[in-house]
């Protein structure tokens, strides 16, 4: 079926997940902490968009709050949460030199390609749309862990998780119009949560190790030395 | 007959537009450039006046030059035109733009840059083999991105050729396409380094570590320097009208009714300006990058114009 | 169903009472108040099931089935027994300097709020919430693994939000899998409800499954602690206090393995293929192995003790994965005595710790001479764990052998294999430290060893003989998990 015929939703939620697929490569290969914020707060609001978009041509109000959510969590209250660490620590002219990183590239391209392979029984049960859509979640929620292997500032985990969590989120607006309500709510609490613990976290790693660069975490060992 | 007449004069007419109305769009930009930075504007026909001051010198030409200096303007400024022809300005379906498809209209670019890079080299200043030789680096890098930008539009429109391209995504109606929202981004990109502006390179600055485009020019003075400065506000309207009537082309004459032209010159004189202040706002907002810097960002326009055609295969495609 | 509501009420009230009020002296008697009064409650909702069967709330939200309120009841108990040890151990912690009651009021509080966690992934009937409440223990706990702040179990704590934080995005990945194959036949509010979804079961898509599955073991794989998914298990489990060992060896593992085998059960019901049960013989065997290996090369006496976990999960892991009635009845026995003994060995392994002043395995020496009854404790615990008879691990153990024997017999020297090699890597640490001489100046210390008592003679009398109603019990929960029972 081509592009054409299919009505202006689904073009737009082809669209959207191309954009967001494309945010999560621009995080993996962002070496400066506040760039990397922001486009993570992009992908937050073409997520927002997304959802708003689907709440709109579904006819679905609690969609509306999910929208309004993840506007408030992960374009708004987490960027600004990981900014201001980043301000505080005066890492923000820090240019993380990332080793490997065409490499890293090649691997985020094959792990896309992964993605879709993992996934491509789908298509026999549903549509092409589908398939693209959840893969292309499938591969921000990979990239998001390629993006915490390949950085070594917490920051950038905290990023990568939440990229992991975007993700999913998108997988669950397209492919399902949304999970059930109790349990959007209750992930979007647990991001909440999980957001604040991070916030905790840092000031913790900070005072004991005077530094948000993970590699210093390297006291514990599968076999004891 | 008559028709076959009446089409080469509104493709003549066509040219002659987009040759008149070139500085017309760099005084504008400047114009805009001008308010944003908090400047007093000179008039948007100061390009005019500018050109015109410049055709009444004398050129000075180093007694070191070949005859290839001499002759490179008029090569660059009647490629440029050449290539101006083939580009459907107000309207799709001329007999010259049915004639040359898009991969001639790079090819057009690249001759001109080429002539351009061998005059820079022929005097043997420094500045000027080191304006040609970053000019080629640059090209190399971005004529990839721009045609593969390019070969997406043309594998969704079946053609090669802009005009048939422009009327396939006129007659498709509003399609939100993955790979022609990438292909746009790449496109922009690339405009921006091929016409010389910022972050690439800067129009407005002769300082000796920066300058590209400006290096390979420093020794054209009269009536040369008039036709190179014309090819280059050529250069960057051609770029315009590529990216506005590709991605929007809505307003563009399909037939050549007088009213439809007149429509289509109104759309087109309206997009462009749009785009030129979108220009405008981006070069006041970014700074130059370091020359160094280039070729990561023209890797990455070439990465959007890839996944532009890759995104046209994996989820556009008929299945 | 009022039982039910109150199992979850009392700990939520314990949360809010801990947070809001200061610490005191006796918050840790009132926490093992908070936890008898749950046990209660918790035993009233078994006797109902028992006598009911399988009881679904009106508005669908909870159900209690054979199978999840037995692991409610082992909740509640090793909870219970937990705070009763945890009570003087924190406030000897107190004593020495290493808390302040700030943080003892955090970590009474988030006790309550990874009790309440549990009991929720345990009785809900909503496969979204599960997830939500598995990744509200994580949550929970994370904070207690930090507790004494040093850098080390920082590490350790950040290792285990990481880790667990994103395997268990896997899991929400294959969640959000199931409810689209669910929501392809039916309503689109109560299609992630595993009563609606078992009943539709054989109408779901098999495909979308068994993809979804892949993700949903990864994810809840890596809380349970399979190999190569456990690497923060052990810094998890040696960095945090204690009594948060016992919890999370004796219950975290168990209900995420809980959540894998729900799933388990609508794919088998999805698919024709054994595939799901491939996966988990495969991931278990896997982690038992390579647990077993490395039981050798630990130094730090917590660690020993959580990559024994990690073997024991993973042979529990392979037991399911094979799937029949003995082999599910026999992971069932093998998770009830595996959490009664582990919370055991954990609680005297503080007690060891707090008495030799480090958790370093070369430097805790005569434990026997110094106080005989933690070295007894940790003797007859390892033996225990080890699987001896005459105690409740070896008739498991020897439960999962025949059903591999009968089932996969090629499989099963690969299980003696990995029996004799722990056996031996926990025997050749635990020796030296129980026997030998005790080290100058090693005091006896105060402690409480009732909860290690008790749970050491249930295991003891599981191991003896299956009482008549706790049979009954687990070839119920056979039943419906495997669909026939072994008796």
Known sequence: MNIEQLDFYTQAILSMAALVGLTSFLMLGQGRLLRLIFVFALQGFLLTLTTALAAYSLDNPHLYISAVLTLVLKVIFIPWMLRKEVLRMKMHRDNEALENNTFVMLGGASLMVFSYYVLHPIVQSSSVVMLNALAVSLSVMLLGMLLMISHRQAIAHVVGFMSIENGLFFAAIVATNGMPMVVELGVAFDVLVAAVLFGIFFLHIRSSIDSLDVDMLNRLHEVDK | ?319 | MIAAYLVLLIPLVGILYFALSGHKTDTGKLNIKFNGMCLLATIWLAVNVLNQGTILSSGKFFLIDPFNVYLIVLTAFVGFTTSIFSSPYMAHEKEVGKLSDQRLKLYYSMFQGFMLAMYLVLTTNNMGIMWVAMEGATLATVLLVSLYRTPESIEAAWKYFILCGVGIAQALFGTILLYYAAVQIGDGENALLWSVLYENADKLNPEILEIAFVFLLIGYGTKIGLVPLHNWLPDAHSEGPTPMSAVLSGLLLNDALYAVVRNKMLVDDATDSNMAGYLMMGFGLLSFLVAAVLLHRQKDIKRLFSYSSIEHMGLMTFAFGIGGPLATFAALLHMTVHSLTKSAIFVTVGHAAQLAGTQKIDQIRGLIKTQPRIGWGLLIGTIAIAGFPPFGVFTSEFLVLLATMHSYPWLAPFLLLGIGIAFAGLFRHIQPMVYGNKPEGQQAIKANLWPVIIHLALVLWLGLAIPGFLANWFSQATLLISGSTPL
């Open chain 2, 1 to 319: 007959m008559g028709d076959q007449l009446m089409n080469w004069l509104i493709a003549i007419l066509q040219t002659m537009l987009f040759v008149a109305l070139s500085p017309l769009l760099a005084g504008w930009l400047k114009c805009c450039k001008c308010r944003l930075q908090n400047r007093k504007a000179p008039s948007i026909f100061q390009t005019y006046r500018d050109l015109l001051k410049l055709t009444h010198k004398q050129p000075v030409v180093s007694d070191q030059a070949s005859w290839l200096f001499v002759l490179a303007p008029y090569i660059i400024f009647s490629a440029t035109v050449l290539a101006a022809t083939v580009v459907p300005l107000i309207t799709v379906d001329l007999p010259t733009s049915a004639s040359a498809d898009v991969i001639v209209l790079v090819g057009f670019f690249a001759f001109a840059r080429f002539f351009l890079a061998l005059a820079g080299l022929d005097i043997g200043t420094a500045f000027g083999g080191m304006g040609s030789s970053r000019e080629m680096t640059i090209s190399s890098l971005a004529e990839p991105a721009m045609l593969m930008a390019i070969f997406t539009l043309t594998m969704t429109a079946s053609t090669t050729n802009l005009s048939f391209a422009i009327a396939h995504v006129l007659n498709e109606g509003l399609v939100l396409r993955p790979s022609f929202v990438f292909a746009l981004s790449a496109l922009i990109l690339v405009a921006v380094a091929e016409t010389g502006r910022i972050p690439v390179d800067n129009p407005a600055t002769h300082l000796e570590l920066t300058m590209i485009h400006e290096a390979m020019i420093l020794e054209y003075s009269g009536r040369h320097l008039a036709l190179i400065e014309w090819a280059s506000q050529l250069k960057l309207m051609l770029y315009g009208v590529l990216i506005a009537n590709i991605f929007f082309p809505w307003g563009i004459a399909e037939t050549f009714s007088l009213q439809d032209l007149a429509y289509g010159l109104l759309a087109i004189i309206g997009k462009l300006a749009l785009l030129a202040f979108f220009l405008a706002i981006a070069e006041t907002f970014v700074a130059k990058m370091r020359l160094f810097r280039v070729q990561e960002y023209l890797s990455f326009a070439y990465l959007l114009g890839l996944l532009g055609m890759l995104s046209h295969i994996i989820l556009e495609a008929s299945r």
